[in-house]
Nanobody, 120 residues
């Protein structure tokens, strides 16, 4: 089992910045991809950004240019920095990870989510 715990959400004014953190723990052999998703009320969950074990990143158009995803492989952690926050960034942000357990079983794990609210 692989568990993910997010932190760093909260209430921020428009134009501000936020840094989300996510730490993975458990029977981890590898973490191939770590990602951030978000889900706003009444909307589908969407990918915000992802980063591979090689450091390759991909961003949603809605956050491209104002966000940075990074990871610390030694800590099994991933971070998301979002600048110039907009009210439409308001959502529950979820951390996700994909890899193999110590038994070489593939896993696809999700965190419990952290609320980000951007006030106008």
């Amino acid at each position: 089992q692989v568990q993910l715990v997010e932190s760093g959400g909260g209430l921020v004014q428009a134009g501000g910045s936020l840094r989300l953190s996510c730490a993975a723990s458990g029977s981890i052999f590898s973490i191939n991809v770590m990602a951030w998703y978000r889900q706003a009320p009444g909307k589908q969950r969407e990918l915000v950004a992802l980063i591979t074990s090689a450091g390759i990143t991909n961003y949603a158009d809605s956050v491209k240019g104002r966000s940075t995803i990074s990871r610390d492989n030694a800590k099994n952690a991933v971070y998301l920095q979002i600048n110039s926050l907009k009210p439409e960034d308001t959502a529950v942000y979820y951390c996700a990870a994909r890899g193999q357990t110590t038994r070489r079983v593939p896993y696809d794990s999700w965190g419990q989510g952290t609320q980000v609210t951007v006030s106008s």
